[in-house]
């Protein structure tokens, strides 16, 4: 099972910026422009995706993952009312 990650940052750089978005676009989507919803499915993997980042970011970047439960993913809403995300009831792997 994957584990979800809220992951943001403030970076000054437009190309550094520029590079991370796509960085962070291959492991899940944007929910605003500094702010993406990601999927790892090991360890492992956010292991190497925190070593990527902090190869293209500077010292005084910042970049936070805030762990995503799956009760706290279906307890979120937008302001709206409308969930911020959805669950398949049938996964094929």
Known sequence: MKAWYLVCFDISDDRVRTRLG????????????????IAVATPAQLRELRRQVLHL?????EVRFYRLCRDCR????????????????TVIV
């Open 22 to 37: 796509k960085l962070l676009l291959r492991h899940g989507y944007r929910v605003q422009e500094s702010v993406f919803e």
């Open 57 to 61: 970011i500077e010292d005084e970047n």
């Open 74 to 89: 279906q307890a979120s809403s937008r302001v709206d009312g409308q969930p911020v995300a959805g669950f398949p009831s």
